[in-house]
């Protein structure tokens, strides 16, 4: 079935590195896709979101592009900082269900100073 | 953006209590609401999807009678823990989702209401 895989973490890096977070998924014709973001002891929030190929999605600095061809949607950020330590999801929509998305299992990130 | 808020975000009780925990849209009218549970460090687990006006459709090993869930009105939905033991001690996190202009199927979630049973 559909399913959508991150790269396990947890992830540690310091202030002002490089970060990229893995995702692929599988699924019939052309999800939306989407990366959340979950900060310790809170809900999820969007962060930012691609509906069609080649679509980039920005948000905070941070950057997604979905790729069709190699069905991925790396998620990317130039430099972080510490209040970028959270708890990031993949997820792609579609299906029969309007609005039901599939998950990745989540990947957590570290940032020290 | 669409907000979505839940209530209580904190609950302690006493085991073979039922815990009530509401899920509302305030700026939308959210035809589907799902509810989701996280255990720590874990992924969301979908535990029911429910559509406003009909019964909620549970997903596979989820109890029906334990976790009971109502969506009278396209705002607000209910997710009612009965008779609470502790292994139902965890994160509880709804979503919804509905027609308004510019959506493209994400889901707004509320804040996620932390259960904790004695």
């Known amino acids: 079935g559909d399913s959508v895989t991150q790269m396990e973490g947890p992830v540690t890096l310091s202030e002002e590195a490089f970060l990229t977070i893995n995702c692929t998924y599988t699924a019939t014709g052309y999800p939306s896709l989407f990366w959340y973001v979950q900060y310790p002891g809170e809900g999820l929030q969007l962060l930012l979101k691609a509906t069609k190929a080649d679509d980039k999605g920005s948000n905070k600095g941070f950057e997604a592009t979905y790729r069709k061809e190699t069905t991925s949607f790396h998620l990317e950020k130039g430099s972080v900082q510490v209040s970028d330590s959270a708890v990031y999801f993949c997820?792609?929509?579609?299906?029969?269900?309007?609005?039901?998305?599939?998950f990745g299992q989540g990947t957590i990130l570290t940032v020290h100073p | 953006g669409a907000v979505v808020s839940q209530h209580p975000s904190w609950v302690i009780c006493k085991s073979g209590t039922s815990v009530k925990i509401e899920c509302r849209s305030l700026d939308f009218q959210a035809t589907t609401m799902f509810w989701y549970r996280q255990f720590p460090k874990q992924s969301l687990m979908l535990m029911a999807t429910?559509?406003?006006?009909?019964?909620?459709?549970?997903e596979q090993g989820v109890e029906k009678d334990k976790f009971l869930i109502n969506h009278a009105s396209l705002t607000l939905s209910t997710l009612t823990v009965t008779s609470a033991h502790p292994e139902d001690s965890s994160f509880y996190i709804c979503?919804?989702?509905?027609?308004?202009?510019?959506?493209?199927?994400?889901?707004?979630f509320g804040e996620g209401s932390r259960l904790t049973v004695l």
């Open positions: 979503s919804a989702s509905g027609m308004r202009e510019g959506y493209t199927g994400e889901l707004f």
């Open positions: 997820a792609k929509g579609g299906g029969t269900s309007y609005g039901k998305l599939t």
């Open positions: 429910s559509n406003e006006g009909s019964k909620a459709t549970y």
